[in-house]
């Protein structure tokens, strides 16, 4: 690191002292005292001086004590918002009006927790156009999702970076729609995978690989896709996070399937596994040293006005890099969950994710979790509502 730092300031100075001199490297080198050490006679001005403070500083401030690295990401469950193209008078819509317009409010009770990670992902479960066409293999569907382009600015005003954008809605207006959400997602900023693309985000100088996975009735074109995609990416990047759309609907626990590909996304090097589709929360196992999240229920889920359980829970982990002899070392250390409400109100779906306050919402939550694990070999034993240092 200090060779780093010492490189830059070297690059800020030399160019500026020369300019200051008004000299060549030439003239430098041809007038030098042999007995001189060469930077002695460098003048540096002040404001190159502070450039160089603020360098070193930027480089450095994101280091813990021991020189390592943390890395905090927190993910969710489905974030589906604004309303069916076939019916514009949504319940999204109505909400929206009584709220004043500005679709950031139902993200006000949760951005202050996003804003202190590293990296939030959420699985974007709809399609961002104005476009009404419906393909015709959709028209019976009974919901088709969409919101309109500026609705990027939910996930770019409350510090979501990353979405997976591979689940059973992304086609809801066909293959073009799908196309220019992604790009929607790409001007705006926002780092998507899906569609056989791999997203990348870097923070603190760590590049973290993400890919995303629609499984439900396509297992059997998936089982030598995934490990060779991740061996990919890891081979690339030093930390892989791998998203599936998969299992059964409104069930509180994984099928044989989820577990299988889910060890198979770690056995083939994943970091990180996450997972959605249920609408509902699924138990966490750490699969050799990993941890895979079988579902992280709904988010922010505008599909239904009153859905018969609002429990869910943000999911948190950090990751400790250090550098090794053959490069960068990763280490999980651990999770922790915020268990939240997907509305803020009890009495309707008001679209707000708002985490609990009382101890007993919070238990009810953990207790889901623990007795639906309990047929899961490698399944928690706990589930920290803190980090190991804030007990």
Not at 274 to 294: A, L, W
Request: hydrophobic share 40%.
């Amino acid at each position: 690191m200090r060779k780093l730092i010492v490189l830059l300031l070297c690059l800020l100075l030399i160019p500026a002292a020369l300019a200051e001199e008004e000299l060549s490297m030439a003239d430098l080198m041809e007038n030098a005292d042999p007995d001189v050490v060469f930077d002695t006679f460098i003048v540096i001005p002040e404001e190159v001086e502070d450039q160089a403070i603020e360098v070193e500083a930027t480089l450095t401030s994101f280091y813990e004590e021991d020189g390592s690295i943390l890395i905090t990401i927190t993910a969710t469950g489905d974030f589906t918002v604004g309303g069916d193209s076939r019916d514009r008078g949504s319940i999204w819509e109505d909400e929206l009006e009584r709220q004043g317009g500005d679709p950031n409010f139902a993200l006000r009770n949760i951005r202050s927790i996003l804003e202190k990670d590293d990296l939030t992902i959420v699985n974007f479960e709809g399609t961002l156009t104005e476009s009404t066409y419906v393909p015709p293999e959709k028209r019976e569907n009974q919901f088709l999702f969409s919101a309109p382009p500026s609705y990027t600015r939910m996930l770019t005003d409350n510090s979501i970076e990353a979405v997976s954008l591979e689940n059973n809605h992304v086609l809801d207006h066909g293959q073009a729609v799908w196309d220019e959400t992604k790009q929607h997602l790409t001007d705006a900023g926002v780092v998507w995978s899906g569609d056989g693309e791999l997203g990348v985000y870097e923070v603190k100088g760590v590049k973290i690989a993400m890919l995303s996975y629609l499984c439900i009735d396509r297992y059997s074109k998936l089982w030598d896709v995934v490990p060779a995609d991740i061996a990919a990416a890891k081979a690339q990047y030093p930390i892989v996070i791998v998203s599936f759309h998969w299992g059964n609907e409104k069930e509180y626990v994984p099928t044989n399937n989820q577990v299988k590909m889910g060890r198979l996304a770690v056995d083939s090097g994943a970091d990180l596994v996450i997972g959605h589709h249920s609408h509902r929360i699924q138990p966490i196992e750490q699969y050799k040293g990993v941890y895979i999240c079988y579902s992280l229920g709904n988010f922010c889920f505008a599909g239904h006005n009153n859905p018969d359980d609002m429990t869910s829970f943000l999911f948190q982990t950090r990751f400790r890099i250090t550098e090794g002899e053959e490069g960068q070392v990763i280490a999980n250390e651990g999770f922790r969950i915020i268990p939240i409400r997907i509305s803020s109100r009890t009495n309707r779906n008001d679209f707000t994710p708002t985490p609990y306050d009382s101890a007993s919402s919070k238990e009810a939550v953990v207790n889901t979790l623990l007795r639906n694990g309990k047929n899961l070999t490698y399944a928690v034993a706990e589930y920290p509502l803190e980090w190991g240092e804030e007990k």
